[in-house]
């Protein structure tokens, strides 16, 4: 189970590392976003899941709605469990802003741990974050990101998710 730390969590922060050195080589940007997995970089195809990774499919066909509450009720139950969860987004995500974000998660009415302030990499602002809820979950803005945070701003994702599968404070 994640947050209490062993080896399950440094397979998981080593394969993190390991995906985001494939994602970064030269080759691998060179071919763009279009097909990750016949590069190496990540494995898609090795894994034989998706043969054609595509960065945003906008032709997806939706079959129902979620409600808001279904789903404040499911992540309330999986916090009152003991996992822990961080969502993260970027702050120049026009697409999903991370003011909705942060309007969705204070609908969970959750205690606040730590308040809104800013987490650092390398000594300069990274994004900010709050902790909730016994610190199960962590919400954290990255700094001049857009909607995929990690592809814009690689370093501080990677240091971000080292922080929290480790249950430091980022």
Known sequence: MAGHGGLLEDTWTQRWEASMEDALEPAVVAEGCATVGSTGGGGVESMGTVPDWTRCKFDIDYEKDISTIGTLEYHSRLMRQGYRAIIFSGDHDARVP????????????????????????????????????????????????????????????????????SGSPL
């Open 98 to 165: 991370f003011t909705g974000t942060h309007a969705w998660i204070r609908f969970l009415n959750l205690s606040i741990i730590d308040s809104w302030r800013p987490w650092y990499v390398d000594g300069q602002v990274a994004g900010f974050t709050s902790s909730y809820a016994s610190n199960n979950l962590t919400f954290a803005t990255v700094k001049g990101a857009g909607h995929t945070s990690p592809e814009y701003k690689p370093k501080e994702c990677v240091e971000m998710f080292r922080r929290w599968i």
